[in-house]
Every structure is written in structure tokens, then in C-alpha cells.
């Protein structure tokens, strides 16, 4: 396979443009739409059984199972517990019988995480990978695999990985709130919906580019960035802040927007810009008054969400960026795309080495 940057300047913005195509050949190996279901690609394996899923990961990886927490727990009511692979081995954790432990990968080779493999599976845990790389060490040692189809990814701070990810794990989420009882076939069938409109979605949010390129100087010349999200916005709020870390180079972090009262609040003033991931929803209003409490301290928002987010809350703020309206359950994968486009455009802006950023790897195959 020929791999190279298409028409893009960077294999980044090649890999965050690719995403429409590869979730769509990701959803396809998951969804079936002919019959409205979501399945796995491990027909034998009974996930009415599982009490408890224990996720493990690192970086980019370890936010999307952050997500798929939220969706675990909201859709199929069973509990999840989750760790970066590096503190994971190291804490004693308590695995109950009968658990499920999830590995998210792109690379399926990272040490840290192979190592909390090989932990749980000593532990007698049922072992499930996403990875994306079908060959890998993690692949061929979980028990189940469930893989992503993004296709090599050359730059070294991941996108398409993760959003492909993502759409795994919904799938995931759909499949054992079935076999608890907890999803209709109604619900399956809306499911099912929502996530065939992701691709589509996705296409949307990159028409947003040239906006984001155009306010991306107003962050590139800062030197701290604060990002803020509620609910699963709270793991790509975490997500686009290690996103600037990576290639921007400038010191960000991500906040649950309700946590921001207990410390970050002190750092606000005109110089740092505060980036609010906020769709529309049932959470919105409260990130909306957590905006406004930046806002009264002179703090400079920049706000993502929809058309009709932006029209209740847009006042006010130094930019705005228009995403299209997206379910619940979908928000996450499509607002990963403005996240990952602002950090690269910053990135291009200050003149970085887009996908090879100093001191980082592709792959982590140390401890
Ligand atoms: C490195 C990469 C990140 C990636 C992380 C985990 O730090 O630079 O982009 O998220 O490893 O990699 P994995 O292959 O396990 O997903």
C-alpha cells in the first residue's frame, strides 16, 4: 500500500480528512443496516455475563475509553473502571470474576499497555482489544478482537485512530446494554441511525476548516490554553489539550467544566484562552454558566458547539466555532474533528514539525 500525503501539507491533516472514509469502513464491519442492528465481530462470546469492564490505555487511546465510559455505564448500566496502563499494573487493582478488560490501541504495541494486558489476562479477566492494527502483539493476545479499520497512521499524535475508536466502542456500548436487557430493538434501531449519520457529520464538521484556520492565531500566541467539557465533552476537552500539547507545543489543559471553580478559575485573565466544547443538550446550560464565570473574569472563550448553542451563548465570545448538530451519542466522535483542526492549524501557525513533534513517538514500546 502506497502511503503518502495525498494533496495535504501533513500526513495529520491527511488523517483527520481521511476520517469521514475510514469510521464509515469501521461502522460497516459493526453496524448492520438492513436489519437496524449493531452486532461484534465475535458472534460467540456472551456479554450478558460480564459484571464489571475494566479499560486501559494510554494517551489519545485512554480518552476514547474515557468516553466509552460514560456510554458503558449510561446505556448497558454496568460499571466501569479505568486507568492509563502506567498506573494500572502498579496499584493492585481489584478485578472482579467474570470481568471484562478492554484494551484501546492504535498501534496494538504500546509496552504499558501490553503490560496491563498480560496483568489482567494473568488475573483470569476475558481480554477485548480495539486496536487498530490487526497483527499486533495486542491483537494476537487478547481473546477478542475488535478492531478499527482507520488504515496506517504515519502522524505521530493520533486522529483518525481515535475516532475510529470511538465508533468501536458505541458499538461496544450497543451491544452490551442488549444482552443486559437494556436496549429495545427501537433503541437499536435509532442507534443504528445516529451512528450511520457519523461519516456525514463528520464531512460537515471539516467544512469548518477554513473558520478554524482563521482563528487559530488568537491560540497560537498564547502560552497557556484551557480546555473545558462536561460529560464526554470532559474527555475531548482532555483530548485537545494534549492535542496542543503535542504539536503546538503550548501548555493546555482540559477541565470538567463544573471542576474549574476549584482551581483553574485562578488562572483566568486575558491571556489564556478558554476553549468550551459545549453541543447543545441536556448538559449545556450548566457548561454555559461555567463559560460565563470565565467570561465575568475577563477570560477570552472560544466556544464549539451548534448553530443553536452558539445563538443562545455565542455573545461575547473572542470566536465561535459552528459544528453540526449532532445526537448525544454521536457529539463526541464529530466534535473530535474542530479539537484535532485547531491543533493543527496552531501547530502550522507556530511552525512546528506538524507529525513529528519533538521528543514524542508513534509508537511507545518502552515502559
Ligand atoms: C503515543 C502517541 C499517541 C498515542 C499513544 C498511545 O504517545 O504519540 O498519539 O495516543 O502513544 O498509542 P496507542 O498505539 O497505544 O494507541
Given at each position: 500500500q502506497l502511503i503518502d500525503k495525498g494533496n495535504h501539507r501533513h500526513f495529520m491533516a491527511k488523517e483527520i480528512y481521511e476520517q469521514p472514509i475510514v469510521v464509515a469502513q469501521t461502522l460497516r464491519a459493526y453496524l448492520q443496516r438492513l436489519e437496524d442492528?449493531?452486532?461484534?465481530?465475535?458472534?460467540?462470546?456472551?456479554?450478558?455475563?460480564?459484571?464489571?469492564?475494566?479499560?486501559?490505555?494510554?494517551g489519545?487511546?485512554?480518552y476514547a475509553g474515557m468516553v466509552a465510559k460514560y456510554w458503558f455505564e449510561q446505556f448497558a448500566r454496568v460499571a466501569v473502571d479505568i486507568d492509563v496502563a502506567s498506573e494500572f499494573r502498579y496499584r493492585a487493582p481489584v478485578m472482579e470474576d467474570g470481568g471484562l478488560m478492554i484494551v484501546i490501541s492504535q498501534s496494538g504495541e504500546t509496552a504499558d499497555t501490553?503490560?496491563?494486558?498480560?496483568?489482567?489476562?494473568?488475573e483470569g479477566q476475558t481480554i477485548a482489544?480495539?486496536?487498530?492494527?490487526?497483527?499486533?502483539?495486542?491483537?494476537?493476545?487478547?481473546?477478542?478482537?475488535?478492531p478499527t479499520h482507520a488504515g496506517p497512521e504515519i502522524g505521530v499524535a493520533s486522529t483518525k485512530a481515535f475516532t475510529c475508536q470511538l465508533a468501536v466502542l458505541a458499538a461496544l456500548a450497543a451491544n452490551l446494554a442488549k444482552a443486559k436487557g437494556r436496549m429495545t430493538p427501537e433503541e437499536e434501531k435509532?442507534?443504528?441511525?445516529?451512528?450511520?449519520?457519523?461519516?456525514?457529520?463528520?464531512?460537515?464538521?471539516?467544512?469548518?476548516?477554513?473558520?478554524?484556520?482563521a482563528m487559530a492565531g488568537a491560540v497560537a500566541v498564547a502560552r497557556d490554553v484551557l480546555y473545558l467539557g462536561r460529560g464526554t465533552d470532559y474527555p475531548l476537552a482532555l483530548e485537545g489539550a494534549l492535542k496542543l500539547k503535542e504539536i503546538s507545543y503550548i501548555h493546555a489543559e482540559g477541565y470538567a467544566a463544573g471542576e474549574m471553580k476549584h482551581g483553574p478559575i485562578a488562572l483566568i485573565d486575558e491571556h489564556v484562552p478558554v476553549i468550551v466544547i459545549a453541543p447543545s443538550g441536556p448538559l449545556f446550560e450548566k457548561t454555559v454558566s461555567n463559560m460565563q464565570e470565565v467570561q465575568a473574569r475577563g477570560g477570552k472563550v472560544v466556544l464549539i458547539s451548534d448553530a443553536e448553542g452558539i445563538a443562545a451563548a455565542g455573545e461575547g465570545c473572542i470566536a465561535t466555532i459552528e459544528m453540526?448538530?449532532?445526537?448525544?451519542?454521536?457529539?463526541?466522535?464529530?466534535?473530535?474533528?474542530?479539537?484535532?483542526?485547531?491543533?493543527?492549524?496552531v501547530a502550522v501557525a507556530k511552525g512546528t514539525d506538524v507529525d513529528q513533534p519533538r521528543n514524542l513517538a508513534k509508537s511507545v514500546t518502552v515502559e
Open positions: 442492528k449493531v452486532t461484534l465481530p465475535i458472534p460467540d462470546f456472551d456479554l450478558s455475563v460480564i459484571k464489571r469492564v475494566t479499560i486501559v490505555a494510554c489519545t487511546s485512554y501490553l503490560a496491563a494486558l498480560r496483568h489482567a489476562k494473568a482489544a480495539v486496536v487498530n492494527v490487526p497483527t499486533s502483539t495486542m491483537a494476537r493476545e487478547a481473546d477478542l478482537l475488535l435509532a442507534i443504528v441511525a445516529h451512528l450511520a449519520e457519523v461519516p456525514a457529520a463528520l464531512n460537515d464538521a471539516l467544512g469548518r476548516d477554513e473558520a478554524i484556520e453540526p448538530k449532532a445526537h448525544p451519542l454521536i457529539a463526541p466522535i464529530v466534535y473530535a474533528v474542530p479539537v484535532q483542526l485547531l491543533a493543527y492549524h
